[in-house]
Every structure is written in structure tokens, then in C-alpha cells.
């Protein structure tokens, strides 16, 4: 390979030394070393990051990790199998990654003051099926055995264990509605957690789109479920946790919340209080690489009561953990309890209150009139005429990144939907403020009510070109001023 094409080497001779960085030279030299294998994917990786600094970034599910973070997750702790949890493994020679997992349950306690962290799960989706199988095999199996006088599952009789099987599948849960917000794993039809559970939603309110407090508690004592599942992908409102735990208690239904979307306002301390759900929840799951802005991965935080049921994800579920992500996740949590993080956290509802408030100025229908967290929800079906679709896609063209998101009742469906949703996280890691975000939310709006719908299948649309290039110009004006991984340069 020339050193006309070796990114790695190039960087070293033009940049002086003092100003080498180490995220830099990790970031380059992987790039070369996949090159030797696959130019292919070096040139997708390379890619993807011309795509990062080139749109703006306002999905609200996702961030740009630190070059630390990425680091610690690309290299050979991935070859390690690791299965059961620290310093109780069913394969030798796992010291180290004992010590990884160990360091990385111990930061995670620290930053959310939880009794206890299980950080093996890949995903969101997965730390979710770990909780709601923890809650399953403490209230509905150990119950069951002690009853029947049997200690040990793999001892039953057929006939015996389908019993515990026919009582898994007679188990409720209630958790909030799809289009109100709630993730696909919240019981979605389509989701296993509607094959695991027997499924009732809570809506929002039908005109002011927030959650009811009153009309929820009604609906628990009428349903009476196992779990009572608090938390969304898509609500962008502050939920008071004190309260949604005495309407729980008041069942006697474990309470599960999922704050994956706001876990980094949660370790930054905007949730607070009543707001903070650690406190309350008998489990919390979450992801790590959204406002937290981890490694992509999940997690479960418990109160002491379920420890034991947690540790068992793998092998209950899980397939082997993966050590470089755990070690990601550490490096994160430790990034995640500074004062840095504490400002950033801030900024980011700082910022999403100032987008939101900007779009309505300029006549947006911005879903419950504002933000609380880091998302907005726009309706761009009642403010342009367009389908969540078209609009997510006129906005990519001019640069925007972010996603259509079906909004309260919406009569457009999953698929196309009514609604775009808006994110802060990235914009702010990126450095920018409320100034930023009042030039963002002219670029969107002016874009929007510039584009029509050509077809009445809610799925092409034209742009006014001058509008759409000129958009164009300035989304790649305003990102010249906060570079992306300013020190890797290609
Ligand atoms: N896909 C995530 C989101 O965008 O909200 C949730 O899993």
C-alpha cells in the first residue's frame, strides 16, 4: 500500500507533534489495518464518518461517542467468552475481564446510585427481556416452586413445568401505547414482548397528548398487572416517577422503568427528584449510546431484591457478553460522572426547549406545545401537508439526519406516519447552543414549507430547488464551526 493512500501515515507527517492525538493515530491505524482485509469496509467506515460531519445529526436516539470509548470497544477483548458474570464464569482465563465487568457494575452504581447494575446486555431490547424475565422468575417461578416444594426447574416433571409455563403466558403487563410513545418492546404487536406477556396499553390524552395520571390509575386497578412498564422512545415530556411508583404499589405491580432515551439527563442530573426513576423503579433498563452517550449497548439497574434473577441473563437469555463493550460501557459511566457531563446534560434540554420553542414561533405544530427532555415531536401532516416520510426525506436531502416517528392516534400509520421527531443529543456534543438551534429550526421550517406532496401515497415530494440548496449551504456552514472529531483528519 502506498503512503499516498495510508491515511495513518499521511496524518503523522502533516501533523506536528504536539498536536498528534492518540484517538486520532487508534482511529487511522484501523482504518489501515481493515484496509489490508477489506477495502471495502475501511471505505464505509471512512464513509460514515464523511456522512457524520457533512449532515446534521438530530436523531434523538443517537450521539457521537468519545474516541475513548470507541477505542476501548475495538480490540481483542471481543475473542473472550465470558459466560455467567464477574468471577463466576463457565470458561477459564477470565481475570481480566472479571475486572472489566466488575469496574463497569461498580461505575455504573456510582453514576445512578443504584443498588446494583448488570451490564452484559447488547441492546435496549435485550436488557429489557432480561428484566421482564427477572420479575417473571421471582414473582411467577420461585413462587410457584416454593408452593410446590421444588428447588430445582431441571428436577420437574413435564407435566409440572408446563404449569409454570401456562402461568408465564396468563401474566399482564401495562406499559404505554406505540403511538403514544412507548418502544416496540413495550408490547407491541409485533414485538416478542406481546408473545411474553398479556398486553394493555396506557395512551396519552386524546387532546392534550400528555400522559393522565388519573385516568392510568383507573386503568391499573382495573387490569391489575405483573409489570407496570413507565418510559418511552417518543414523549417528550418529564415523567414524575414518585407518583407512577404509589399508583404501582397501590396494585402490588413491580414497577419497570425504560430510560433508555433519557439515561444521560438521569446521570446529568436534570431528572431529578421525583423525576429520577433509580429511586423508585424495582428495575430500570436502558440503552448506553443515547443521551448517555455510551458504547451502543444496554443495561438493568435493580434494587437489591433482584440481583440474583439479573445475573442470570446469560445464560437465561443472553448469549455470551462482549467484553469490549463492557469495557466501553465503563469508560463511559467514568465519562458520564463529571461535572463536563453534568453542563452537557443540561445543555441538552437547554437547547431542545430552544429548538422547540423556535419551530412554534414560526407556526410548527409542536406535539404538547414544547419539551421537557431532549425530543420534540413536530406534526408535519397538519403544518405542511406532508407525511413524516417526506418529510424525514426532503430534510436528509438538504442534510438533516433525523427520523419520521408516528405520532398520537396518527392516522398515517408506522410506515409513513404524520410526524418527524427531533433530537438535541449529537447537535450539543458538537458544542452547539440556543443560537444554533434557532438558525436549525428556520432551516427546517423554511425547507418544509417549501416541499409538496407529488403523490397520494404519502411517499415523493418536491423541494423548491433554490430553497433546498440553499439549505444545503447553510447546514454545511453551521457544521463547519463544530467539526466532528476534529482531530482525525483524512
Ligand atoms: N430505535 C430507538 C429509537 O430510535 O428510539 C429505540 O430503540
Redesign the pocket.
Known sequence: MSNSTNLLLNYLAATPQDKIDAGAISFLANIEKVKEISPDIAESIINELRDQRTHLKLI??ENFSSLSVQAAMGNLLTDKYAEGYPYHRFYAGCDNVDKIEAEAVKLACELFGADYAYVQPHS?ADANMVAFLSILLAKVQDTMLKDMGVEDIAQMSRDDFNKIRDAYGKQKLLALDYYSGG?LTHGYRHNYSSILFDVYSYTVDRETKLLDLDALREQLHEVKPLVFLAGY?AYPRKINFAKMRELADEVGAVFMVDM??FAGLVAGGVFDGDYNPVPYAHMVTSTTHKTLRGPRGGFVLCQEEYKDYLDKGCPLFLGGPLPHVMAAKAVAFKEANTPDFKEYAANITKNSAALAQALIDRGVSVITGGTDNHLMLLDVQETYGLSGRQGESALRDSGFTL?RNALPFDVNGPWYTSGIRIGTPAVTTLGMGESEMVIIAELIDNLLRHTESTSSNRTRYETDPAVAKLAKEQVQELLSRFPLYPEIVI
Open positions: 434523538a436516539s435496549g418502544h422512545s433508555a432515551h427520523n
